[in-house]
């Protein structure tokens, strides 16, 4: 049950403590025992604190942080936002806190940006947890479920790492082998990280439980996360990986179980623990899961007094802060005529179409596609934190993984099964079907747009397409332009932040910063 994971997240919190942000030597301070007499569920309160770790600022409430980063701007899933959806073409925010101006921006990144590091220290943070445990369950005898909890750490500790990989490009491989090193440990290249990364699902994804609770990983989970690290593989390693994707996007969807939701909206509400399509949530809960990182930073971001009733949303804050451009809401056509679901999501009362002024609020529009109503529209009231779980992984995004893995020539892939899986994701939100003669990956990537944009695929998904950097492809505010402008190769990857830099002389700076 969604509550009982949350709940659960917050004992035996004691096993872990770190010295500093980048520390790779977490200290235990009670044995195992101690605390399995103290509560014989403490292991899936453990695991469940990790799972925190990717929504949450820590265990004490949205002011309190495990790291001595802001507990309001750090979170793990705020980072995701932040770094991969308003560096991109969809979403951008207005406040001008300096370091956020500069991704909104995709302009001036240096490696004093206080956001670079809070999602590298954020990722640090949760691998030595990860390893933490898994050094104390390897040895141990006796404990109930302690396999299970070994593959879900492997998996939260793979998934941090799979950030570090797309989002730095190199950093440190620690794990429960060289837990207790005081020294600095050597740069780890991308390709390394990457086989590290496989390695390890590799290994857990036959092993790991089919049927996990909701909120936890699953085989389906780890499949998700291997075809994501295979989509990506040539930017990761030069070397083109799609067949190997499409083999575990066939687990994903032939025998997942997994199906489209019939409402869209369901996906971003607050009922949508009860979707047929999420593969993998990060779990937010209004009372119990308070925080500001986690779809709080969406739903209340997205809503101001100035044009919207913010009860209508189930939110009783509203921060004026995101708004989409029209490289997102453009690619509907005429918002007032479109037949698709999707084009509905976008508050335009009171809004300007053009983005003339990224920092005014009335330039662009809100997008109104996370609520923290039901799905019906229903609310038991209007709340200060959101009850909306995070949609990390669903199964519209297989579908279209599967459409591009066809299109970029994977073998075994079935074209008309491609197209099927396409309109499937078009004709659940009422779109017009296409034909075979409009399945392109240019199609695609305009689908994934429409689709999933605000869902922490964006940047990412350019990337692989050539579209990040450089001047084929222009958007609203890229290059703090207006219009967009070229930026250099080197924003591809993000700058090592200077306090890693500081903490580990093994770490050198990635190029042209």
């Known amino acids: 049950m969604k509550k009982i994971l949350i709940l659960t997240g917050f004992l035996a919190l004691t096993l872990f403590s770190c010295s500093n942000d980048l520390d790779t030597e977490p200290k235990v301070q ?46 793990f899933l705020r980072g995701i936002i932040n770094l991969q959806d308003f560096t991109a073409d969809g979403m951008k925010n207005r406040w001008g806190d300096d370091g956020l101006d500069q991704l909104t921006t995709t302009s001036n990144w240096d490696a004093n940006n206080k956001f670079f590091r809070y999602l590298y220290n954020r990722a640090y943070y949760t691998i030595p947890q990860c390893n933490n445990l898994l050094s104390i369950l390897n040895t141990a005898t006796d404990i109930p479920d302690s396999e299970e909890a070994i593959y879900e750490a492997r998996f939260l500790r793979s998934l941090a790492y799979f950030y570090i990989i797309d989002i730095f490009g190199k950093g440190v491989l620690v794990t429960e082998e060289n837990l207790n090193e005081t020294t600095p440990l050597p740069e780890a290249s991308r390709e390394e990280l990457f086989n590290f990364v496989e390695s390890e699902l590799l290994e857990i994804q036959p092993l790991i439980s089919l049927n996990n609770d909701y909120g936890r990983a699953n085989r389906y989970v780890v499949s998700m996360l291997l075809a994501k690290l295979y989509m990506n593989a040539e930017v990761y390693t030069g070397t083109s990986r799609y067949t190997d994707a499409l083999t575990y996007l066939n687990v994903v969807i032939d025998e997942g179980g997994y199906a489209l939701a019939t409402n869209f909206v369901q996906n971003f509400s607050g009922d949508n623990d009860n979707s047929s399509e999420i593969i993998f949530p990060l779990i937010a809960d209004a009372v119990f899961s308070q925080s500001f990182g986690n779809t709080t930073y969406i739903v209340n971001g997205n809503l101001g007094t100035e044009t919207m009733n913010l009860s209508d949303f189930g939110a009783s804050e509203g921060w004026s802060g995101h708004r989409a451009t029209e490289a997102w809401y453009g690619l509907f056509g005429d918002l007032g005529t479109s037949v698709d679901a999707r084009a509905s999501l976008f508050w335009t009362t009171g809004h300007n179409y053009v ?38 992984y669903r199964l519209a995004d297989a579908n279209l993984m599967y459409a591009e893995c066809a299109l970029q020539g994977a073998a075994g892939t079935d074209m008309t099964k491609a197209l099927s899986l396409v ?12 034909t075979m003669s409009d399945l392109t990956l240019d199609y695609i990537l305009d689908e994934r747009a429409r689709e999933l944009n605000l869902e922490g695929h964006r940047r990412t998904d350019l990337i692989r397409f050539g579209k990040f950097t450089g001047s084929s492809y222009l958007w609203p505010w890229k290059g703090n332009v207006q219009n967009g402008t070229s930026i250099s190769t080197n924003y591809n990857l993000f700058p090592i932040p200077e306090s890693a830099l500081n903490a580990n002389p093994n770490l050198e700076q990635n190029p042209g910063y």
């Open 423 to 434: 309109n499937a994701v078009r004709t659940r939100s009422n779109a017009t079907p296409i």
């Open 30 to 75: 009670l044995s195992l025992e101690e605390i399995l007499a103290n509560d014989p569920n403490a292991i899936e309160g453990i695991v469940s604190r990790l799972y925190a770790s990717f929504a949450l600022s820590g265990p004490n409430g949205p002011t309190e942080s495990d790291i001595s980063d802001d507990a309001g701007e750090s979170p």
């Open 355 to 392: 983005m003339a002024d990224y920092k005014a609020w009335t330039d662009g529009y809100p997008s109104i596609k996370f609520r923290n109503t039901d799905s019906d529209g229903s609310s038991s009231g209007a709340t200060q934190f959101s009850g909306t779980d995070f949609p990390l």
